[in-house]
T-cell receptor, first 115, second 113 residues
């Protein structure tokens, strides 16, 4: 089992540029989650999808952030335009279903640095 | 807001059992207790979860008190590779943010030779 796959693993960009992070969930999982981790705020949920539909995006910081899930095997998190304060590690996770008894499995993360 | 309280750090000798406590005094009857850990620079790793009964798997044991207001994660024979931040998380039903994992600050466990 390949687990959750994220790309790129590292991204360095300049302020104002568009950044796209990618995630492939575990095959057969119907729920996908995007988290962000910073020293200041810890690990926080940005948005999650169930059956490719966004369910809760209340954690998305502002309109510069957008997420899509065009199909069951792919999701993107886009930041446009990027700012230095967006520098963080972004994790994608997936689970079979969005239920409290279902385990979420995390990917290795994308380390983003915005200069 | 995280609904759990954990000590910020703990030490454990290699080969000994590591007992990590978690207080969740406001837990409801239908809320699960989850444990994850995060080894430096890696994604969070699922360890174990439970509702009411004690649970054991190949990684750890979870002991939940009878009143469910606290729990203990036990790593029976800690190794240096168990050095990580351990998160105790309470997950409610789907209609009360049960889809989310809300991470607190966790306990930084250092396993020493």
């Amino acid at each position: 089992d390949a687990g959750v796959i994220q790309s790129p693993r590292h991204e360095v960009t300049e302020m104002g540029q568009e950044v796209t992070l990618r995630c492939k969930p575990i095959s057969g999982h119907n729920s996908l989650f995007w988290y962000r981790q910073t020293m200041m705020r810890g690990l926080e949920l940005l948005i999650y999808f169930n059956n490719n539909v966004p369910i809760d995006d209340s954690g998305m910081p502002e309109d510069r952030f957008s997420a899509k899930m065009p199909n069951a095997s792919f999701s993107t998190l886009k930041i446009q335009p990027s700012e230095p304060r967006d520098s963080a590690v972004y994790f994608c996770a997936s689970s079979l279903r969005v239920l409290p008894e279902e385990t979420q499995y995390f990917g290795p993360g994308t380390r983003l640095l915005v200069l | 807001d995280a609904k759990t309280t954990q000590p910020p750090s703990m030490d454990c000798a290699e080969g000994r059992a590591a007992n990590l406590p978690c207080n969740h005094s406001t837990i409801s009857g239908n809320e699960y207790v989850y444990w994850y850990r995060q080894i430096h620079s890696q994604g969070p790793q699922y360890i174990i979860h439970g509702l009411k009964n004690n649970e054991t798997n190949e990684m750890a044991s979870l002991i939940i008190t009878e009143d469910r207001k606290s729990s203990t994660l036990i790593l029976p024979h800690a190794t240096l590779r168990d050095t990580a931040v351990y998160y105790c998380i309470v997950r409610g039903p789907i209609y009360n943010q049960g889809g989310k994992l809300i991470f607190g600050q966790g306990t930084e466990l250092s396993v020493k030779p």
